[in-house]
């Protein structure tokens, strides 16, 4: 069964950075599509990023485009994509979520619905 498990989460004031780390386990993703979203209070879930497991590539929404940055790991943790998010504003806190669907596609916008895996999720805090 697959697994997903977010970590990085924190405090964090304007202007600086986290990374986040999603790790996938149970199953071989040869062709997933893993995604980040992320959900503030009384706000809908809101796609940030998708990374393709056949060949790393990555897929990003505007919003985020320029600030996030996905990446892997391919020789120490192939199962870890990790988010690295830079000049964090306080409207970007929110529960942060990974999400896998395998076989996947990323496509742009990223829509919740099209992810059946999802982890419980980690917090983010921007404030001064």
């Known amino acids: 069964q697959l697994q997903v498990v977010e970590s990085g989460g924190g405090l964090v004031e304007p202007g600086g950075s986290l990374r986040l780390s999603c790790a996938t386990s149970g199953v071989t993703l040869p062709y997933a599509a893993i995604g980040w979203f992320r959900q503030a209070p009384g706000k809908s879930r809101e796609g940030l990023a998708c990374?393709?497991?056949?060949?790393?590539?990555?897929?990003?929404e505007e919003s985020v485009k320029g600030r996030f940055t996905l990446s892997r790991d391919n020789a120490n943790a192939p199962n870890t994509v990790y988010l690295q998010m830079n000049s964090l504003q306080p409207d970007d806190t929110a529960v942060y979520y990974c999400?896998?669907?395998?076989?996947?596609?990323?496509?742009?916008?990223?829509?919740?619905?099209?992810?059946?895996?999802w982890g419980q999720g980690t917090q983010v805090t921007v404030s001064s």
């Open positions: 990374l393709m497991s056949s060949d790393a590539s990555t897929y990003y």
């Open positions: 999400a896998v669907q395998h076989p996947g596609l990323c496509l742009i916008p990223l829509m919740p619905g099209d992810f059946g895996s």
